[in-house]
């Protein structure tokens, strides 16, 4: 049975509705794997396949791994008709507005992954205070992407060997590769930076902040996870990501926002408290703080047409 997690997904931004990216079933896929975050399925040669004013729900990759795939492709960045050939691969962000018709498929791996994993790569690799924005792909030689896919689709064969630990040190690894290679911001590298959280204290923190994003999260907790003072762990944390625990956690919200905001499920009203705003014009101040525009004037941008759902 089919769950919005279980496959690579797509959201219908004309009707909201999710559902898998690939109508056909995958020859095999990571379903049954102990992974958290990152999937994998490997698709046969198939029919034509098109999608129509959509955005997917986490960042995918697609790998021609046999033949040849043609693909006429319309995003923000224009329209072209491209062929795939084997051994490219093509890279789409998450929640960004595209139509894709496939014309002719040969045979691919796909590669989901969680928008988390990018977020935690961007702090480890020195990041700034303006979130690493993926931009599309389409499609590009990259023995990287190929050779982890292949990698990945032979843990899926198998049967998983490797365990979880395989599949997250895999996100973390491709996490990396893809800020570095197609972030479309500029990042700063921080100077100076003295003495910072470790990788694991910072994934603790980090976790837990996501865990719970509609609470109020007294630093103290945030500092229990890492195992330090409160002055100290405020040291580390900022050393660590450029930020201050209140601001990354700001980011975060925002960034949880954007997602919601995609779907006419919810009131921007609804969205502020579900991410942990106090209210709707709490969010709005943070909101056009990052991405230069309000909760509403993003949702006509994205959808095309006005906000039904204030």
């Avoid at 942990?276 to 709490?282: E, L, M, P, R, T």
């Amino acid at each position: 049975m089919y769950t919005p997690d279980s496959r690579p997904s797509i959201m219908e931004l004309d009707t909201g509705e999710v559902r898998p990216a690939i109508a056909d079933l995958p020859s095999s896929s990571s379903d049954a794997s102990p992974w958290e975050g990152i999937h994998v399925e490997a698709h046969a040669a198939g029919r034509a396949n098109e999608l129509v004013d959509v955005v997917s729900m986490k960042h995918a990759i697609v790998v021609q791994v046999h033949g040849s795939s043609i693909i006429e492709w319309k995003s923000e960045e224009g329209t072209q008709v491209v062929t795939f050939q084997e051994g490219q691969a093509v890279l789409i962000p998450a929640l960004r507005r595209f139509s894709a018709k496939t014309l002719r498929s040969g045979e691919t791996l796909v590669i989901t992954l969680d928008p988390r994993f990018l977020r935690f790569a961007t702090h480890s690799l020195g990041g700034g205070e303006e979130p690493v924005e993926l931009r599309f792909a389409v499609p590009v030689r990259d023995p990287m992407l190929h050779a982890m896919a292949v990698a990945l689709h032979q843990e899926v064969l198998a049967g998983y060997p490797g365990g979880r630990v395989y599949g997250e040190s895999m996100a973390a690894a491709l996490s990396a590769h893809l800020v570095t290679r197609y972030g479309a911001t500029t990042r700063r590298e921080r100077e100076g930076a003295q003495g910072g959280l470790t990788k694991n204290q910072l994934k603790r923190v980090l976790d837990y902040m996501h865990a719970h994003l509609a609470e109020d999260i007294p630093l103290s907790a945030l500092a229990q996870e890492a195992g330090l003072s409160l002055f100290h762990f405020a040291r580390c944390f900022k050393d660590s990501t450029g930020l201050s625990p209140h601001r990354y956690l700001v980011q975060c919200r925002v960034d949880r926002a954007r997602e919601l905001l995609i779907s006419r499920k919810h009131t921007t009203s609804d969205i502020a408290v579900q991410v942990g705003f106090c209210d709707q014009s709490h969010l709005t101040l943070h909101f056009r703080r990052v991405f230069g525009v309000t909760p509403k004037q993003f949702r006509q941008q994205i959808l095309g047409r006005g906000d039904h759902a204030e």
